[in-house]
């Protein structure tokens, strides 16, 4: 299997309950396999680990930017 690293940003000013949320609802993603905010260096970046046959980098995307319609895919 394949895997892909992409990381996703968020609005600083978000939550760490809301940090939470997203990264749990990102790894409830079929084919996700992880899902971590770096909290003392980047705690704004999301890095998602997943398998790209099973789920497509926008619709990780779109499950972030239910918490924060604004946040920002970039690739690794």
Known sequence: MDTVDVLVYVHPELSPEAR???????????????????????PHALTVLYNPTAVKDKQI????????????LIGL
């Open 61 to 72: 995307l779109e499950v972030v930017r239910r918490h924060d319609p604004a946040a920002t």
């Open 20 to 42: 939470a949320a997203v990264a749990q609802e990102v790894m409830d993603c079929a084919g996700v396999i992880a899902a971590n905010f770096d909290h003392h260096k980047h």
